[in-house]
């Protein structure tokens, strides 16, 4: 007979409020990421505000609202940080309320091991099977290593949570688990669809040549990447792969056109690997159960040793911008910060390394601020923006217009490369900047 865990689950179950009570005043609080925000524990820690002074609460990619950052303008009660900003935290950072933490993912772990302080990790995870496990769902890629290093674990029970099968780490065994909280939840929404636009479409039909049958992808999010997926959806590439930071509707896509097999992978064959998952109720179930999927912590999907593995490793991500000499800007625009480095740098090191790999950053070539002026991506040169891809990193450059290769490329080159996908409206201004700067051959093409 197989041991009863009904008994301890019951000596561990307890309400959102009784749970919260273990927060003291300086501590430092983790609510992991994406569907692993624990909503109850959330709101019960925000009532508790008028008793504590100075708790720092770490996340990423959380949809809002987020309680204990709404609730304290002043922040001498709570401060919350994040990883990697969804377009909640974006607003959340405009206002103040919210701090970035400088980083990249295949790191994660590591920085929870030997840098950071736990006190207490509460983490949203799906019902607790017949063995004892609580399932981390999409939130596998980063849940188990905070986890691991927290003084105190309370595990929020989500009933709607998909279970994802996984490499390692996709699950929290009771016997490591402090308190267990309960209550009804509302079903996930999904996040808003972002609807490829035409110029989406353009970029993704130039990149599209450059990805071959067995061919294995990592998307970003965004616009750009859903139509990659939409196109390739309707291409003849066959027998695609997935190793990825961020499971997508994308891959779903692909999946359901049959082009997404993961046969020709050469690690983890036959299983697409992701390390979270933000989408649509259909993308939730899909993983849902499904043996074809596996998540792995994001010291795994993103070591760009392991992503050098996979043969035609393919990554495809955005910027905000781009300069003259190839330093890329992905995670803010000027000081402001939009996103986060994620993986970006990643997947640039490990694709590069792949036999036959393919790294993509992509991007508009122009964009329009609040006054209808329109403004080149491609930048003479940063002054005091930040840097997300050092110039010695960037591989493949896409917009509308044309992709460049910048590896191994001078100073000129690439000042000629760049310009010649920049708007065609901007390009005589960078001519100009260029040869200001010393990296314009007078034998370069106009």
Same mark, same amino acid.
């Given at each position: 007979?197989?041991?009863?865990? %009904?008994?301890?689950?019951?000596?561990?179950?307890?309400?959102?409020?009784?749970?919260?009570?273990?927060?003291?005043?300086?501590?430092?609080?983790?609510?992991?990421?994406?569907?692993?925000?624990?909503?109850?524990?959330?709101?019960?820690?925000?009532?508790?505000?008028?008793?504590?002074?100075?708790?720092?609460?770490?996340?990423?990619?959380?949809?809002?609202?987020? &309680?204990?950052?709404?609730?304290?303008?002043?922040?001498?009660?709570?401060?919350?940080?994040?990883?990697?900003?969804?377009?909640?935290?974006?607003?959340?950072?405009?206002?103040?309320?919210?701090?970035?933490?400088?980083?990249?993912?295949?790191?994660?772990?590591?920085?929870? $091991?030997?840098?950071?302080?736990?006190?207490?990790?509460?983490?949203?995870?799906?019902?607790?099977?017949?063995?004892?496990?609580?399932?981390?769902?999409?939130?596998?890629?980063?849940?188990?290593?905070?986890?691991?290093?927290?003084?105190?674990?309370?595990?929020?029970?989500?009933?709607?949570?998909?279970?994802?099968?996984?490499?390692?780490?996709?699950?929290? %065994?009771?016997?490591?688990?402090?308190?267990?909280?309960?209550?009804?939840?509302?079903?996930?929404?999904?996040?808003?669809?972002?609807?490829?636009?035409?110029?989406?479409?353009?970029?993704? $039909?130039?990149?599209?040549?450059?990805?071959?049958?067995? &061919?294995?992808?990592?998307?970003?999010?965004?616009?750009?990447?859903?139509?990659?997926?939409?196109?390739?959806?309707?291409?003849?590439?066959?027998?695609?792969?997935? %190793?990825?930071?961020?499971?997508?509707?994308?891959?779903?896509?692909?999946?359901?056109?049959?082009?997404?097999?993961?046969?020709?992978?050469?690690?983890?064959?036959?299983?697409?690997?992701?390390?979270?998952?933000?989408?649509?109720?259909?993308?939730?179930?899909?993983?849902?159960?499904?043996?074809?999927?596996?998540?792995?912590?994001?010291?795994?999907?993103?070591?760009?040793?392991?992503? &050098?593995?996979?043969?035609?490793?393919?990554?495809?991500?955005?910027?905000?911008?781009?300069?003259?000499?190839?330093?890329?800007?992905?995670?803010?625009?000027?000081?402001?910060?939009?996103?986060?480095?994620?993986?970006?740098?990643?997947?640039?090191?490990?694709?590069? &390394?792949?036999?036959?790999?393919?790294?993509?950053?992509?991007?508009?070539?122009?964009?329009?601020?609040?006054?209808?002026?329109?403004?080149?991506?491609?930048?003479?040169?940063?002054?005091?923006?930040?840097?997300?891809?050092?110039?010695?990193?960037?591989?493949?450059?896409?917009?509308?217009?044309?992709?460049?290769?910048?590896?191994?490329?001078?100073?000129?080159?690439?000042?000629?490369?760049?310009?010649?996908?920049?708007?065609?409206?901007?390009?005589?201004?960078?001519?100009?900047?260029?040869?200001?700067?010393?990296?314009?051959?007078?034998?370069?093409?106009?």
């Amino acid at each position: 007979m197989l041991y009863d865990f %009904h008994t301890e689950y019951e000596s561990k179950l307890t309400t959102p409020e009784e749970a919260v009570k273990v927060v003291k005043s300086g501590d430092w609080i983790d609510y992991t990421s994406c569907l692993g925000k624990p909503v109850l524990l959330d709101r019960a820690l925000a009532k508790r505000k008028e008793e504590l002074y100075d708790v720092k609460i770490r996340g990423n990619l959380i949809a809002g609202p987020i &309680a204990v950052a709404e609730c304290d303008i002043s922040q001498e009660h709570f401060v919350y940080h994040s990883w990697h900003c969804s377009s909640y935290e974006r607003k959340l950072c405009d206002r103040g309320l919210c701090y970035y933490i400088p980083m990249v993912f295949h790191n994660n772990a590591a920085y929870y $091991e030997f840098f950071l302080k736990v006190n207490v990790v509460m983490v949203s995870v799906s019902p607790m099977d017949k063995h004892g496990y609580f399932n981390f769902s999409v939130n596998t890629g980063v849940a188990a290593p905070i986890t691991r290093m927290a003084d105190i674990v309370i595990v929020e029970v989500n009933e709607h949570l998909p279970k994802v099968h996984g490499g390692y780490d996709e699950c929290i %065994h009771i016997s490591e688990v402090d308190y267990i909280v309960e209550g009804e939840h509302e079903p996930f929404m999904g996040s808003k669809a972002i609807l490829p636009t035409d110029t989406d479409r353009k970029i993704a $039909e130039k990149i599209l040549p450059y990805i071959v049958d067995g &061919a294995t992808l990592q998307l970003g999010i965004g616009s750009m990447p859903n139509a990659l997926g939409e196109l390739i959806a309707e291409s003849d590439i066959k027998d695609l792969g997935m %190793h990825t930071e961020l499971c997508s509707d994308a891959y779903l896509s692909m999946y359901k056109a049959g082009k997404l097999t993961n046969r020709r992978k050469k690690i983890d064959r036959g299983k697409g690997v992701f390390g979270c998952a933000v989408g649509s109720p259909e993308l939730y179930e899909w993983v849902d159960d499904n043996h074809g999927i596996a998540a792995y912590p994001l010291e795994y999907v993103n070591r760009p040793g392991v992503i &050098a593995q996979i043969d035609n490793m393919v990554s495809i991500n955005s910027c905000v911008s781009v300069d003259l000499y190839g330093q890329v800007a992905a995670e803010s625009s000027g000081s402001r910060q939009i996103s986060g480095t994620g993986g970006q740098l990643d997947f640039l090191i490990g694709a590069s &390394a792949s036999h036959g790999g393919k790294a993509f950053i992509c991007m508009s070539s122009i964009y329009k601020d609040k006054e209808g002026v329109y403004h080149s991506r491609v930048r003479p040169q940063f002054d005091g923006d930040i840097i997300t891809s050092p110039r010695s990193q960037v591989y493949f450059l896409a917009t509308e217009y044309g992709v460049i290769n910048l590896e191994g490329r001078s100073t000129w080159e690439r000042a000629e490369g760049l310009i010649s996908i920049a708007h065609p409206d901007f390009r005589e201004e960078l001519i100009r900047e260029a040869e200001k700067r010393k990296i314009w051959r007078r034998s370069n093409k106009h």
